[in-house]
């Protein structure tokens, strides 16, 4: 008896990353002006630039720039249905030695991104697939594991959906971890293609 298997995937979820886009010397840069820019003060936890919107500051044009060329190789290397993706808040997250930061997700966004200055502690995500989670009778396998960890690399860029639960591992470093992270929505004509509901069909603009 023969057989064949034929393996169909359904229902992804994509992680997409980038390295090379940033010279050692820009890193180096960028890093320098991250440490100068007003932090939370909180003990014992990441610390976050108050600034949000650092996509507006000049100094962040550069990389805001390949932020946008990747998120735009994704819409079409996808075939998102959208004019373009639009950065709504970027700003840059710093964990001293021994801290580490909670699980979470970033609402009101559709892409969400690190930028990674620095290596360290992994960024940890989170199996989205609730029956998966439910299930009775868990067994291991390497695709399907509760929790996956992806290690941090100075100029990698990692973009991901937003609602995809995520966490930083104690940075168990001498030195701080730098990352800037932003946020993405689409923007322009949305769900054009669309021919079963013009309830989804949208113009989304963003406002300053």
Known sequence: MSYSIKNVSLFPTLIHESHGMFKEEYIEKLTTI???LEFTSEEYTVKQSIDSYLHKDDR???VCTYAKALLR????AEVYDTTDFEIT??????CEKGVAHHQHWH????FSGIIYLTDGASTVFYDPVIGRQMSSLNVWA???????PLESEPGL???FPSYLQHKTMPNN???DRISISFNAIPVGEVNTRNPYSRLSQLKISQTE
């Open 89 to 94: 808040q970027m700003w840059v997250n710093i």
């Open 34 to 36: 991250c440490k100068s």
């Open 60 to 62: 962040f044009i550069k």
């Open 173 to 175: 470093n001498d030195e």
């Open 73 to 76: 190789s994704i819409k079409v």
């Open 142 to 148: 390497e695709t399907t594991q509760p929790a996956i």
């Open 107 to 110: 609402a009101n966004s559709f």
């Open 157 to 159: 860029i990692r973009i």
